[in-house]
């Protein structure tokens, strides 16, 4: 017959891990979201657009989980074959153009945005995951109001970070 010890010994220590995604975790990663992208915008403004590309390096790294994997990412404006942005480069080239290797793409983020919103139609927490869907309205320096649908899928990684893995855009549909 065996025996099977279940005793702690002494000196080790009980770790637990809780990597729950809360509602208020997702309402500050979609804040801090909106407001890089209206950050990238003002240092596009004030130091050009490597200004701008050293911030959304910055931003990317910080947000997006591309250090684990590919991020299923489809940008609001983009256009085949380039329509998906699975790699840290093609995201960065979205935000802010200048990439030769994607040619069409001139910097969503340096668009002169002032103000950013979400307003999120439900948000489903599963443990250490979170996926959104609502909109985003974004205001440009005119004034004028652009609203997207928006999708995004976060991770909680071991630091208690969140990180967007799925992120989809689009324009509104407008009917005939």
């Not at 998906?84 to 979205?94: D, I, K, P, S, V």
């Not at 970070?161 to 989809?168: A, N």
Request: with cysteine; net charge negative; glycine share 8%.
């Amino acid at each position: 017959m065996f025996a099977v010890s279940a005793a702690t010994p002494a000196w080790a220590e009980s770790v637990v891990l809780n990597r729950s995604v809360t509602e208020a975790d997702v309402v500050a990663a979609q804040v801090a979201w909106c407001q890089a992208l209206l950050d990238i915008s003002k240092a596009n403004d004030t130091g050009g657009q490597a200004a701008a590309k050293a911030l959304a390096e910055k931003v990317i790294d910080t947000a997006y989980g591309y250090e684990s994997g590919p991020v299923l990412f489809k940008p609001t404006l983009t256009v085949d074959p380039q329509t998906f942005r699975t790699t840290r480069q093609g995201a960065l080239a979205y935000f802010v153009g200048g990439d030769p290797e994607y040619p069409n793409d001139k910097g969503f983020a340096l668009k002169g945005w002032k103000a950013c919103k979400v307003k999120d139609e439900a948000i489903l927490l599963l443990g250490d995951t979170a996926t959104t869907m609502g909109k985003v309205e974004l205001t440009g320096n005119d004034g004028a109001v652009t609203t997207v649908d928006k999708t995004w899928q976060y991770v909680k990684d071991e630091d208690g970070t969140l990180r967007i893995v799925v992120h989809h855009s689009s324009l509104e549909y407008k009917a005939n």
